[in-house]
């Protein structure tokens, strides 16, 4: 599996956009980019994944580099919500087995 | 609404005692998955199952054991409980890459 690195922490202004990098520079073609998140005493919640196109959902954008070594995952307006760890992983659609968090970027969102 | 249960927010054990995790998951996934998170390491892959009676030794395996006699239920078992398995410990269930977790046990060992 693909080796990803993250920023240990970030802060972000409530209401500007957040945008999270990850490092995923030995990805494998077939491999897609999955993003969590771990709101502080709860397990982790998926937010979005994507290939090589970026992707849009009701939580979060996700920019993709045309040579897949890095994406960016975007929250438009974060809130206090927001403050959560946030995990990037590379992963193969559909395989079955485990999915490896590394340590994650600790996003804080202030007033 | 997809759930994964785990049976306990949190346990108190005294160090030498017989420690039973259990989670339950209403999707019927075959995947599920135990972690157990510390502080600064992350989210540490314990032990998976993609089948009913299959496991696979994660990352950190030792200590622990695991049971897989019904699809919707994946138990984590410490025989023999040590204080450097006070932990958080997570059950997650997967379906096309996409984990679902479970709230999490807060285990402390005495």
């Known amino acids: 599996d693909a080796k990803t690195t993250q920023p240990p922490s970030m802060d972000c202004a409530e209401g500007r956009a957040a945008n999270l990098p990850c490092n995923h520079s030995?990805?494998?073609?077939?491999?897609?980019v999955y993003w969590y998140r771990q709101i502080h005493s709860q397990g982790p919640q998926y937010i979005i994944h994507?290939?090589?196109n970026n992707e849009t959902n009701e939580m979060a954008s996700l920019i993709i580099t045309e040579d897949r070594k890095s994406s960016t995952l975007i929250l438009p307006h974060a809130t206090l919500r927001d403050t959560a760890v946030y995990y990037c992983?590379?992963?193969?659609?559909?395989?079955?087995?485990?999915?490896?968090f590394g340590k994650g970027t600790k996003l804080s969102v202030k007033p | 609404d997809v759930k994964v249960t785990q049976s306990s927010r949190y346990l108190v054990k005294r160090t030498g005692e017989k420690v039973f995790l259990e989670c339950v998951q209403d999707?019927?996934?075959?995947?599920m998955f135990w972690y157990r998170q510390d502080p600064g390491l992350g989210l540490r892959l314990i032990y998976f199952?993609?089948?009913?009676?299959?496991?696979e030794k994660g990352d950190i395996p030792e200590g622990y054991s695991v049971s897989r006699e019904k699809k919707e239920r994946f138990s984590l078992i410490l025989e023999s409980a040590s204080t450097n398995q006070t932990s958080m410990y997570l059950c997650?269930?997967?379906?096309?890459?996409?984990?679902?977790f479970g709230e999490g046990s807060r285990l402390t060992v005495l």
């Open positions: 994507g290939l090589k």
């Open positions: 999707m019927d996934h075959e995947n």
């Open positions: 992983t590379p992963r193969v659609e559909g395989s079955q087995g485990n999915l490896i």
């Open positions: 030995t990805i494998s073609g077939n491999e897609y």
């Open positions: 199952s993609y089948d009913v009676k299959m496991k």
């Open positions: 997650a269930s997967s379906f096309l890459g996409e984990l679902f």
